[in-house]
């Protein structure tokens, strides 16, 4: 049986702080059927790259590739 995952990041536009932060959320696509988790990091808007799927800050995007492999290895378990 063939199975279909995927990974999306993506940042909450219509909620930001108001210290200007907006919460990085994550959906996650197995075989259709999609569930949508926070991931516990911030940035602000004009910081998100939206076709990469990370921020200009290296540290937040290493704390990110954690968070993505620990879904991944979730995942494969």
Known sequence: ???????LYYINR?????DGTTA????V???GKST???TGLY???????????ET???RT???LNVYKNHIDDTYNS
């Open 1 to 7: 049986m063939r199975s279909t995952y995927k990974q």
């Open 14 to 18: 219509s909620k930001i702080k108001t």
């Open 24 to 27: 990085i959320m994550c959906r």
């Open 29 to 31: 696509t197995i075989d």
């Open 36 to 38: 949508v988790l926070a």
């Open 43 to 53: 940035c602000t808007p004009d910081e998100w790259d939206s076709k990469k799927g």
């Open 56 to 58: 200009k800050h290296s």
């Open 61 to 63: 995007n290493g704390m």
